[in-house]
Protein backbone atom coordinates (compact mmCIF):
# COMPACT_ATOMS: atom_id res chain seq x y z
CA UNK A 1 0.00 0.00 0.00
CA UNK A 2 3.20 2.12 0.23
CA UNK A 3 3.53 2.51 -3.39
CA UNK A 4 0.04 3.59 -4.29
CA UNK A 5 1.26 7.66 -4.51
CA UNK A 6 4.24 6.50 -7.70
CA UNK A 7 1.76 4.56 -9.49
CA UNK A 8 -0.48 8.05 -9.16
CA UNK A 9 2.10 10.04 -10.03
CA UNK A 10 3.27 8.12 -13.01
CA UNK A 11 -0.35 7.63 -14.13
CA UNK A 12 -0.28 11.75 -14.17
CA UNK A 13 2.64 12.22 -16.60
CA UNK A 14 0.88 9.47 -18.87
CA UNK A 15 -2.23 11.57 -18.82
CA UNK A 16 0.18 14.34 -19.33
CA UNK A 17 1.52 12.73 -22.39
CA UNK A 18 -1.74 11.48 -23.51
CA UNK A 19 -3.39 15.01 -23.39
CA UNK A 20 -0.31 16.45 -25.32
CA UNK A 21 0.87 14.02 -27.53
CA UNK A 22 1.84 15.40 -31.07
CA UNK A 23 0.54 12.67 -33.21
CA UNK A 24 -1.93 9.67 -32.51
CA UNK A 25 0.64 7.09 -32.08
CA UNK A 26 1.91 8.80 -29.24
CA UNK A 27 -1.72 9.50 -27.44
CA UNK A 28 -2.72 5.65 -28.74
CA UNK A 29 0.86 4.50 -26.48
CA UNK A 30 -0.39 6.56 -23.50
CA UNK A 31 -3.31 5.03 -23.29
CA UNK A 32 -1.89 1.71 -23.38
CA UNK A 33 0.24 2.66 -20.26
CA UNK A 34 -2.97 4.04 -18.51
CA UNK A 35 -4.61 0.79 -19.39
CA UNK A 36 -1.54 -1.28 -17.92
CA UNK A 37 -1.17 0.74 -14.58
CA UNK A 38 -5.57 0.47 -14.39
CA UNK A 39 -4.92 -3.64 -15.01
CA UNK A 40 -2.22 -3.18 -12.00
CA UNK A 41 -4.69 -1.45 -9.70
CA UNK A 42 -7.13 -4.23 -10.14
CA UNK A 43 -5.11 -6.98 -9.29
CA UNK A 44 -3.58 -4.84 -6.43
CA UNK A 45 -6.97 -4.07 -5.09
CA UNK A 46 -8.30 -7.16 -5.50
CA UNK A 47 -5.34 -8.81 -3.31
CA UNK A 48 -5.80 -5.48 -0.64
CA UNK A 49 -9.98 -5.52 0.03
CA UNK A 50 -9.87 -10.16 -0.55
CA UNK A 51 -12.16 -9.63 -3.54
CA UNK A 52 -11.42 -12.32 -6.28
CA UNK A 53 -14.20 -10.88 -8.25
CA UNK A 54 -11.99 -7.38 -9.57
CA UNK A 55 -9.44 -9.48 -10.68
CA UNK A 56 -11.58 -10.56 -13.26
CA UNK A 57 -11.71 -7.29 -14.88
CA UNK A 58 -7.61 -6.95 -14.98
CA UNK A 59 -7.40 -10.43 -17.82
CA UNK A 60 -10.31 -8.71 -19.72
CA UNK A 61 -8.70 -5.42 -19.86
CA UNK A 62 -5.49 -6.65 -21.07
CA UNK A 63 -7.07 -7.53 -23.82
CA UNK A 64 -8.63 -5.33 -24.49
CA UNK A 65 -4.99 -2.92 -24.88
CA UNK A 66 -3.89 -5.67 -27.09
CA UNK A 67 -7.31 -4.90 -29.26
CA UNK A 68 -6.64 -1.27 -28.79
CA UNK A 69 -3.41 -1.58 -30.46
CA UNK A 70 -4.89 -3.88 -33.17
CA UNK A 71 -7.45 -1.97 -34.35
CA UNK A 72 -5.61 1.51 -34.25
CA UNK A 73 -2.52 -0.19 -36.04
CA UNK A 74 -5.29 -1.38 -39.08
CA UNK A 75 -6.68 2.00 -39.20
CA UNK A 76 -3.53 4.05 -39.48
CA UNK A 77 -2.20 1.53 -41.86
CA UNK A 78 -5.20 1.08 -44.43
CA UNK A 79 -7.57 4.30 -42.99
CA UNK A 80 -10.84 2.06 -42.40
CA UNK A 81 -11.40 -1.00 -39.57
CA UNK A 82 -11.51 -4.13 -41.42
CA UNK A 83 -14.91 -5.50 -43.68
CA UNK B 1 10.34 -16.88 10.06
CA UNK B 2 8.64 -19.20 7.55
CA UNK B 3 7.93 -19.43 4.36
CA UNK B 4 5.43 -17.30 4.13
CA UNK B 5 7.33 -14.79 5.27
CA UNK B 6 10.09 -14.75 3.12
CA UNK B 7 7.35 -14.87 -0.09
CA UNK B 8 5.79 -11.84 1.54
CA UNK B 9 9.13 -9.73 1.72
CA UNK B 10 9.37 -11.27 -2.12
CA UNK B 11 6.24 -10.26 -3.05
CA UNK B 12 6.26 -6.31 -1.75
CA UNK B 13 10.00 -6.04 -3.25
CA UNK B 14 7.97 -7.15 -6.83
CA UNK B 15 5.55 -4.38 -6.27
CA UNK B 16 8.46 -1.84 -5.21
CA UNK B 17 9.73 -2.59 -8.37
CA UNK B 18 6.93 -2.09 -10.03
CA UNK B 19 6.21 0.98 -8.70
CA UNK B 20 10.01 2.33 -9.50
CA UNK B 21 9.31 1.30 -12.96
CA UNK B 22 6.30 3.16 -13.42
CA UNK B 23 8.07 6.00 -12.47
CA UNK B 24 10.67 5.61 -14.63
CA UNK B 25 8.33 5.00 -17.91
CA UNK B 26 6.29 7.99 -16.96
CA UNK B 27 9.28 10.37 -16.73
CA UNK B 28 10.47 8.72 -20.45
CA UNK B 29 7.20 9.23 -21.54
CA UNK B 30 7.40 13.02 -21.27
CA UNK B 31 11.37 13.76 -22.54
CA UNK B 32 11.62 11.25 -24.73
CA UNK B 33 12.13 13.11 -28.30
CA UNK B 34 10.06 11.45 -30.31
CA UNK B 35 7.21 8.35 -31.13
CA UNK B 36 10.18 5.42 -31.58
CA UNK B 37 11.99 6.71 -29.02
CA UNK B 38 9.03 6.41 -26.23
CA UNK B 39 7.81 2.72 -27.10
CA UNK B 40 11.39 1.89 -24.99
CA UNK B 41 9.38 3.63 -22.34
CA UNK B 42 5.86 1.91 -23.10
CA UNK B 43 7.37 -1.20 -23.34
CA UNK B 44 9.23 0.18 -19.68
CA UNK B 45 5.74 0.53 -18.34
CA UNK B 46 4.54 -3.02 -19.40
CA UNK B 47 6.94 -5.69 -18.55
CA UNK B 48 8.51 -3.63 -15.52
CA UNK B 49 5.69 -2.07 -14.15
CA UNK B 50 2.56 -4.07 -14.80
CA UNK B 51 3.94 -7.80 -15.27
CA UNK B 52 6.41 -7.37 -12.17
CA UNK B 53 3.75 -6.24 -9.44
CA UNK B 54 1.00 -8.29 -10.74
CA UNK B 55 3.51 -11.52 -10.16
CA UNK B 56 3.78 -10.36 -7.06
CA UNK B 57 0.56 -9.80 -6.11
CA UNK B 58 -0.14 -13.41 -7.38
CA UNK B 59 2.64 -14.60 -4.58
CA UNK B 60 0.84 -12.12 -2.01
CA UNK B 61 -2.28 -13.76 -2.44
CA UNK B 62 -0.90 -17.30 -1.84
CA UNK B 63 0.18 -17.04 1.37
CA UNK B 64 -2.78 -15.08 2.84
CA UNK B 65 -3.52 -17.84 4.69
CA UNK B 66 -7.19 -16.29 6.77
CA UNK B 67 -8.46 -16.08 3.06
CA UNK B 68 -9.55 -19.75 2.53
CA UNK B 69 -9.64 -21.70 -0.91
CA UNK B 70 -10.69 -18.74 -3.02
CA UNK B 71 -6.90 -17.47 -2.73
CA UNK B 72 -5.47 -19.91 -5.59
CA UNK B 73 -8.33 -18.40 -7.60
CA UNK B 74 -6.53 -14.92 -7.32
CA UNK B 75 -3.49 -16.36 -7.62
CA UNK B 76 -4.27 -18.36 -10.49
CA UNK B 77 -5.91 -15.52 -12.11
CA UNK B 78 -3.23 -13.19 -11.52
CA UNK B 79 -0.70 -15.59 -13.34
CA UNK B 80 -2.59 -15.79 -16.34
CA UNK B 81 -3.28 -11.78 -16.29
CA UNK B 82 0.78 -11.57 -15.86
CA UNK B 83 1.29 -13.99 -18.84
CA UNK B 84 -1.02 -12.12 -21.19
CA UNK B 85 0.93 -8.89 -20.41
CA UNK B 86 3.91 -10.41 -21.07
CA UNK B 87 3.20 -11.90 -24.52
CA UNK B 88 0.69 -9.25 -25.78
CA UNK B 89 2.58 -6.07 -24.88
CA UNK B 90 5.52 -6.26 -27.42
CA UNK B 91 3.40 -7.34 -30.00
CA UNK B 92 1.22 -4.31 -29.56
CA UNK B 93 3.79 -2.08 -29.74
CA UNK B 94 5.42 -3.88 -32.21
CA UNK B 95 2.05 -3.59 -34.59
CA UNK B 96 1.72 0.35 -33.48
CA UNK B 97 5.12 1.25 -34.55
CA UNK B 98 5.20 -0.38 -38.19
CA UNK B 99 1.93 0.88 -38.21
CA UNK B 100 3.22 4.39 -37.07
CA UNK B 101 6.25 4.02 -39.63
CA UNK B 102 4.22 3.03 -42.82
CA UNK B 103 1.55 5.48 -42.72
CA UNK B 104 4.02 8.38 -41.89
CA UNK B 105 1.56 9.43 -38.65
CA UNK B 106 4.57 10.05 -36.54
CA UNK B 107 7.57 12.57 -37.40
CA UNK B 108 11.03 10.77 -37.08
CA UNK B 109 12.20 14.40 -36.50
CA UNK B 110 15.90 14.04 -34.18
CA UNK B 111 17.13 11.67 -36.87
CA UNK B 112 20.54 9.90 -36.87
CA UNK B 113 20.11 7.10 -39.43
CA UNK B 114 16.95 5.19 -40.84
CA UNK B 115 18.31 2.21 -42.54
CA UNK B 116 14.78 0.69 -43.23
CA UNK B 117 14.34 3.80 -45.69
CA UNK B 118 17.56 3.42 -47.31
CA UNK B 119 16.84 -0.16 -48.11
CA UNK B 120 13.63 0.41 -49.51
CA UNK B 121 15.01 3.14 -51.95
CA UNK B 122 17.65 0.67 -53.03
CA UNK B 123 14.54 -1.88 -54.02
CA UNK B 124 16.53 -4.43 -51.29
CA UNK B 125 13.16 -4.91 -48.81
CA UNK B 126 9.53 -3.99 -49.91
CA UNK B 127 7.19 -3.02 -47.99
CA UNK B 128 4.91 -5.39 -48.19
CA UNK B 129 7.07 -7.96 -46.93
CA UNK B 130 8.47 -6.08 -44.01
Redesign the interface.
Known amino acids: MYFIPFYLVAVIMYVVRALKGPTIPDRVLAIDCLGYVLATFLVIFSVYLKSPLIIACAIVLALWIYALDVYMSKYLEKRELGE | MGLNFILTIISYIL??I???C??V???G??RFPN?FV??H??TI??VG??FV??IG??I??LT?EE?GP?RF??AG??F??AI??LL??P???H??A???Y??K???LHPKAADLLEEDIKKGEVRESTV
Do not use: Y
Request: hydrophobic share 65%.
Open positions: IGGAFQVAGIMNFRLAACAGSPICSLALFSFLAGVTFILAVGSLLKAAFSAAV
